[in-house]
Each structure stands twice: as structure tokens, then as C-alpha cells.
């Protein structure tokens, strides 16, 4: 029995001993937390309520029984508050915070640890990375250091510091779950942050505030969150510190950002596009246009071919090109590797700047040429002309209207509809009905294709493959 005691005695012992060492594994953030937060700010803004116009003609007489149908209805002014949070980068009053915190805002308070309150002015924006510089007139502030993100590693901690749902500063801790995480933005027109993922519990109102390491140094800038409830749930995403630095810079300078410029207009590279442009794995941007008189062209860069490389820099996803890109300076010449019809080659280019006149505005138009052949043939489609104008456009020399389409056909099995334009089949441009026909005829059969088309104005390639 005795024995049996000091055996249970000793388990219970080695348990606490367990649990001891692994607490002292564990970070103390305590340090870190209380040396950072004097630099760390509560932004709140007001937006105003635009006043409503009347809808009566200027110079008109209306009777008084339908005035008050078109009068503005005198409803309260209502104003717009939002919330956020930053960080000082300067003991002058210079601090970051995200672009969509203070868009618009009329008014920008921002309230220290200590309680003391400034009015915030905008030295500069910058939508695209959304970062804003604000300045307030004092000096001798705390602030933080940005730090090389290039040197942050998936697995580390890091810690944030903000004001989530207006809870003032307050701080979570986690590990970088990725970098370099991709987000393309629709609303403009690309990705050109190489964001860092943490699982970092990031709610409303942390947008703008600083992420750590744990020397204390600040590797990104809180911006995003994947969410379906609006709270955290573990997916968080954080601008790096070296895109921020530079746009600091930047904003100090000149209160904008230049961006290199390429123009073209990219998709992804699937299993089926790799092996018709014969890469051994699917991997770069393809090129589905470029731009009339960008730096592309000029450099003599086509559609169809695919971008491998930029500058030294493997681009493995398509959205992994804009950021690149965007971060070299405008003017420089550099090397761009790519394959075209099978073959690897280098091509130098010279970039442009980026800015909001450089992309590819909307597609129209109509053709009222007269269809020629049928539904059927190898591609199983009924073609037409293309009006010079609609052809302007799109900027391209030429292409064929699918104007009805055989289900059955490779063409529709491809996920070609009525209405789409084709400009290349294989490695050849089809620049009229002629030309079309003679490409057509040509084309092996039982290998896969590349096909590239305009579908409601929007170039893509896709892959078919025609039967013997």
C-alpha cells in the first residue's frame, strides 16, 4: 500500500513538473504590451450628412398642392461615426493608420493611452495599399519602429494592439499562419499588398493598428478579417511593414505613391493552360492583353505569353505579379521571363507608373456584319465580323464573333457562349472570318489548345482540344 502511495505520489509530481515547464514556454507579452501602447492611438471620425437638393426646376412656377412632392422632406441630419485605430511612426506627429478608416471622414480625433485627444489632418492616402498618413501638431510623441517583414517567418508570435468594437486598447496575441497571402480587390483592380495571416483575434475597430514581433518591433498594419458572424474567427490579415515604410515615405514626400506600371491584364494558370503552353506544372500569369502603348507593348510582351519571372522574382500564383510589379520603381529596366508557344525567353522592360487613367476601362459595342459558315465544323460554332470600333475597344487588330454555338462542339465545351469574341486559337490570331477558317483547318487534333477570347469585354484563355 505504502509503495503504491509514492508510485501515485511521484506521477502527480512528474504531472506538476509537466505543466510548470510548459507554462514557462509560454511568452510573456506583459513587456512588450506596456512599452508599446503610449505609440498606439483610438482614431474616431465624423462624416457629415450631405445635405438634400430640391428636385424643382430652377425658373419654374409649380403649384403649391405638388411643392410638397418635390421638396426635400426636412428629415434630422444624421452623421456617420466610425472608429478605428493607429500608431505614431514619428516623435513629430506623423501616424499610420488603414485608407478605409478615415475615408471621406470629416472630422479625425485620435485619443492616446494617457486620454489626451488630438484633431488628426490627411497628409495622404494611398487606396491601394489603404494606408493613410494623418499628422497632429505636437511633438515629443512615442512612437513605433517598422521592422524588415521580410525576415517574419510563419510560426511566430505577434501581437496586436487597438481598439476593437471601441474597447481601447486592448491586445491579442497569435502565431503568422502565411505570408505573402494574395487578396485580389475587385473594386481596384488588383492585389498589390502581399499580406501577412495570422490568427491574431482582429475585430472592427482594430483596422489601422499596429502587429508586433516580439522584439517589440511592428511587422504589419491591421487591415482585414475573413469573417461570416463579423468577429474573429482566426483569420486575420495584416499589411507588411516594408509596404508600409515605403508608402510612408512616399506620402511624406509627395502625399501620393508611384507604382510601376506593366499593362497587361492577367488570369491564372490552371492544370489544362500549363500543359497547352507546355509548362510542367501550372504556375505564373498569363497574359489575356495588353494595353495599347504601355510599357508591355513597347517591350514587345504579347498575350499568351505567360510571366515566370519578374525582375529575379518567381511569380508562382498570377496575383503574385501585380504586387511585384507594383512595389519596383517606375522607370527601371528589368528582365522579365516568360514562355511563349512552348519557348522560355527574357524580355527587358522599362515600367511605367501606375495611375488610375492606366486600366483597362469598359468594353462595348455592337457588330452588324453578316454571319458566314455554321454551327458545326471542328469548333462547332457559327462566326461574323467584328466592327472596327468594337475591335478599337477591345484593343485588338482583329477576331470572329460566336454568334451561335454547337453544345456538343469543343468550342462550347471550353465554356464559349454566343456572343464571345475569339482573337488566338492555338498560337495563331484569327484577325477575320478568312483567317479563321485557315487556322481552324490547321489545328491538330487530340492535343490540348489554348484558345484565347473576349467574353462581355473581359480577354481569358481557355483549353480545347479537337477530334481527329
Do not use: C
Not at 500569369?285 to 499568351?304: D, Y
Not at 458545326?376 to 478599337?392: A, C, F, Q, Y
Amino acid at each position: 500500500m505504502n509503495m503504491m502511495l509514492r508510485s501515485l505520489a511521484l506521477v502527480i509530481f512528474i504531472g506538476v513538473l509537466s505543466v510548470g515547464a510548459s507554462a514557462r514556454s509560454l511568452p510573456d507579452f506583459s513587456e512588450l504590451i506596456e512599452n508599446a501602447s503610449p505609440a498606439v492611438v483610438k482614431i474616431n471620425t465624423l462624416t457629415k450628412r450631405k445635405k438634400s437638393h430640391s428636385r424643382i426646376p430652377q425658373g419654374q412656377n409649380i403649384p403649391d398642392i405638388f411643392r410638397h412632392f418635390l421638396e426635400p422632406r426636412q428629415m434630422p441630419e444624421r452623421n456617420m461615426h466610425s472608429m478605428g485605430s493607429g500608431f505614431f511612426v514619428s516623435s513629430d506627429g506623423y501616424l499610420l493608420t488603414n485608407n478605409h478608416v478615415i475615408e471621406d471622414a470629416d472630422e479625425i480625433v485620435i485619443r492616446m493611452v494617457d486620454r489626451r485627444e488630438y484633431d488628426a489632418t490627411v497628409i495622404g492616402t494611398d487606396p491601394l495599399s489603404d494606408l493613410a498618413l494623418l499628422k497632429i501638431e505636437e511633438t515629443g510623441l512615442p512612437f513605433l519602429t517598422l521592422a524588415d517583414s521580410k525576415k517574419l517567418k510563419v510560426g511566430e508570435w505577434v501581437v496586436a494592439i487597438g481598439s476593437p468594437f471601441g474597447l481601447d486598447f486592448s491586445a491579442s496575441a497569435g502565431i503568422v499562419s502565411a505570408i505573402g497571402r494574395s487578396i485580389p480587390n475587385q473594386e481596384l483592380q488588383g492585389n498589390y499588398v502581399p499580406f501577412i495571416q495570422t490568427d491574431v483575434a482582429i475585430n472592427p475597430g482594430n483596422s489601422g493598428g499596429p502587429l508586433f514581433n516580439m522584439d517589440g518591433e511592428v511587422v504589419g498594419v491591421n487591415s482585414q478579417i475573413y469573417t461570416r458572424s463579423g468577429g474573429s474567427i482566426g483569420l486575420s490579415f495584416a499589411i507588411p511593414a516594408n509596404v508600409a515604410s515605403n508608402v510612408v515615405s512616399q506620402l511624406k514626400d509627395k502625399q501620393r505613391v508611384d507604382r510601376g506600371w506593366l499593362g497587361v491584364v492577367i488570369q491564372p494558370v490552371d492544370k489544362d493552360l500549363a500543359e497547352s503552353f507546355g509548362l510542367d506544372k501550372p504556375s505564373g500569369a498569363l497574359i489575356g492583353q495588353v494595353v495599347q502603348g504601355s510599357p508591355a507593348e513597347k517591350s514587345g510582351l504579347r498575350a499568351g505569353d505567360i510571366v515566370i519571372k519578374f525582375n529575379g522574382i518567381e511569380i508562382i500564383d498570377s496575383t503574385d505579379l501585380p504586387v511585384v510589379v507594383g512595389v519596383t520603381e517606375p522607370g527601371k529596366k528589368v528582365p522579365v521571363d516568360i514562355v511563349r508557344e512552348r519557348k522560355k525567353r527574357v524580355i527587358k522592360v522599362t515600367l511605367g507608373v501606375r495611375n488610375d487613367d492606366t486600366d483597362l476601362g469598359s468594353i462595348g459595342g455592337g457588330s452588324k456584319r453578316k454571319p458566314e459558315g455554321k454551327a458545326g465544323g471542328r469548333l462547332g460554332v457559327l462566326i461574323e465580323g467584328v466592327d472596327s470600333n468594337e475591335l478599337k475597344k477591345l484593343r485588338i487588330k482583329g477576331g470572329v464573333r460566336i454568334v451561335a454555338i454547337d453544345p456538343e462542339g469543343a468550342a462550347a465545351q471550353a465554356g464559349l457562349r454566343n456572343g464571345d469574341i475569339i482573337a488566338q486559337l492555338g498560337f495563331s490570331e484569327v484577325p477575320s472570318v478568312k483567317a479563321f477558317k485557315k487556322v481552324v483547318a490547321a489545328l491538330p487534333a487530340e492535343r490540348l489548345l489554348p484558345i484565347r477570347f473576349f467574353s462581355r469585354g473581359n480577354p481569358q484563355f481557355r483549353t480545347f482540344s479537337l477530334e481527329k
